[in-house]
């Protein structure tokens, strides 16, 4: 059955987030004072930190996940700051020990008697919010195929990699369809490489999240993003329902006139895959 | 003359995911045959150090003066246990992924099962938390099995030990208690989720299969027991987990009443 590989040390996984970050990623998102930009760093940030804490075994982090964070916009290039900084891939252990900085935040949890109380953490930021440029779609899908490639080359082996897309615009660097079917022909002994894409809107559009079909779609734009999106695979599905995320059998790993919610379920979903060993 | 422990045969098995070392394995088994008391727990394993609560708890279970077999006994110890637990990480500086890690804790299925004789006749107790099983079987036939009889219903997130005492209320009402009477001949499996749901199905669909397993653990057979378990591994009947067992089989009648806890 594909996608069902157990994900291990010697069989480990990659995730690619590839971020648009155009000059239009600048502007105000749904409700939030946040820009796009900021609103997206900060859901990478969150997702990053979920995946280093999913691969902690007790002071030791297991290589389960290998990891890319590419960004498209003044420059087609690795998103990653600091140490990190011109990577195109890092393993999970050495994304956790090399965040750019650690921020002190407070989130609240329950006490023994029951309230909540805040707890000071230290939370990491791995990628800062950049927007400038064009929306240069199809050069961002061209450097993910090749690490795609490089990953496949070395292990055709195990859960295929999967590729998180983020974008709030139309390609203006041609029609991403070519090089994302390149993408999505490429496998592993466990399935397809697979592709979701999420598309923001920061205006209060209907949006459409997982469909099963391009009919309710408005246009060519969100119809050219439905097909290059994979069919969704049952684990993704299961994973989804846990969270409270209803996706029916058939649909695609799509969203489009996204809102904040939206990006913060794509993220999650598509980082589930949990047969870890 | 024949005192309870000298009746029970007990055999154990355990074994880590197919591709770890033994040294990795989260799941953990307590024996204490001169109190009659048997138990295993589960490590779950995105949990923060669920393999050293797994070994606290069985450890100390076996170890305890108490019976721990109600939630009235059971509730206190586990919050005593807890800050054992958390005591030896609270003077390390930890990275700030084990710090978080840390903080929500670890987590085990567990299942404790005590013998008691009085007379001629022998009877038990058990408590569960989690999907470790405890089967029954008389004459070759099960009797029962507790607290999951349904092999489809394993991997439904069970409720599980948690080591930070903010969650323990939350658990200890769905702790479930079980008794019954035993005979001589009788056997006892205490098996964690992945082996229980293998041995529950094999009962309905290849009885050979599960005959082959319970006799080889019967002979302390391991390196066929290991073989089998390879092999139902790679057909995918067995899914890739931990493997903690305990065989405890009635061989002798009681004879005299034995001194109970």
């Known amino acids: 059955m594909p996608y069902s590989a157990e994900i291990s040390r010697g069989n480990p996984t990659c995730f690619i987030f590839l971020l648009d970050q155009s000059r239009s990623m600048s502007e105000r998102f749904g409700e939030h004072a946040q820009s796009k930009a900021q609103f997206v760093a900060d859901v990478v940030n969150r997702t990053l930190h979920d ?20 960004g498209y916009g003044k420059n087609v290039a690795p998103a990653l700051g600091g140490e990190l900084a011109g990577k195109a891939q890092v393993p999970i252990s050495e994304l956790a020990a090399k965040p750019t900085r650690l921020e002190n935040r407070t989130k609240k949890v329950p006490s023994a008697d029951g309230d909540l109380v805040e707890q000071h953490v230290r939370f990491p930021i791995w990628v800062d919010p950049v927007f400038g440029g064009w929306t240069q779609m199809c050069a961002g899908l061209k450097l993910v195929r090749n690490i795609v490639d490089e990953w496949l080359n070395e292990r055709r082996q195990g859960f295929p990699p999967t590729v998180l897309h983020l974008t709030d615009g139309a390609s203006t660097d041609g029609d991403p369809t070519s090089v994302a079917t ?15 894409n ?12 997982y469909p099963e079909t391009e009919a309710l779609l408005p246009d060519s734009r969100a119809r050219t993003l439905f097909n290059i999106s994979s069919l969704l695979p049952d684990v993704f599905i299961r994973a989804a329902a846990q969270t409270g995320l209803k996706i029916n059998p058939g649909a695609r790993g799509f969203v489009f006139n996204g809102d904040p919610v939206s990006v913060a379920q794509f993220f999650e979903m598509g980082t589930r895959p949990a047969n870890l060993r | 003359m024949t005192g309870l422990n000298q009746s029970l045969q007990v055999r154990t098995l355990i074994l880590p995911k197919a591709g770890l070392k033994r040294s990795e394995c989260e799941d953990s088994i307590g024996t204490r045959s001169s109190v009659q008391r048997f138990c295993v727990a589960d490590g779950a394993t995105e949990a923060f150090d669920s393999r050293r609560w797994a070994r606290l708890l069985t450890k100390h279970w076996v170890l305890s003066n108490r019976s721990l077999l109600t939630r009235e006994e059971l509730r206190p110890w586990l ?19 084990a710090a978080e890690k840390a903080r929500a804790g670890a987590f085990a299925a567990f299942l404790g099962l005590g013998f008691f004789a009085s007379g001629d006749s022998i009877s038990w107790q058990a408590i569960a938390i989690g999907d470790s099983c405890l089967i029954h079987t008389r004459a070759e036939r099960m009797r029962s099995s507790f607290p999951i009889s349904d092999p489809s219903h394993f991997g439904c997130h069970p409720i599980l030990v948690p080591s930070n005492d903010a969650r323990l209320d939350a658990v200890i009402d769905q ?28 009962l309905n669909t290849s009885p050979h299969l599960a005959h082959e397993f ?18 139902c591994r790679n057909s995918g009947s067995l899914r890739n987990d931990d493997v903690a067992v305990i065989r405890i089989a ?12």
Do not use: M
Request: aromatic share 10%; proline share 1%; with cysteine.
């Open chain 2, 214 to 231: 319970d006799a080889y653990l019967a002979a302390g057979n391991d390196h066929s027991l290991e073989t089998l378990i390879r092999r």
């Open chain 2, 250 to 261: 009635i061989k002798n009648s009681v004879r005299r009443r034995s001194v109970l806890r």
């Open chain 1, 182 to 196: 390149d993408i999505l022909s490429r496998s592993s002994s466990d399935g397809h490489v697979l592709l979701f």
């Open chain 1, 198 to 209: 999420c598309h923001v809107s920061a205006r209060h559009s209907v949006k459409i999240e």
């Open chain 2, 175 to 202: 702790v479930v208690i079980r008794d019954g009477r035993a005979r001589v001949g009788d056997v006892f499996l205490i098996l964690t989720d992945a082996i229980a749901a293998w041995y529950l199905q094999a």
């Open chain 2, 79 to 97: 919050s005593a246990l807890g800050e054992r637990f958390r005591a030896r990480w609270a003077k390390k500086t930890l990275p700030w992924y």
């Open chain 1, 51 to 70: 995946l280093v804490i999913r691969s902690t075994r007790t002071e030791e982090i297991r290589n389960y996940y290998y990891v890319s964070v590419i």
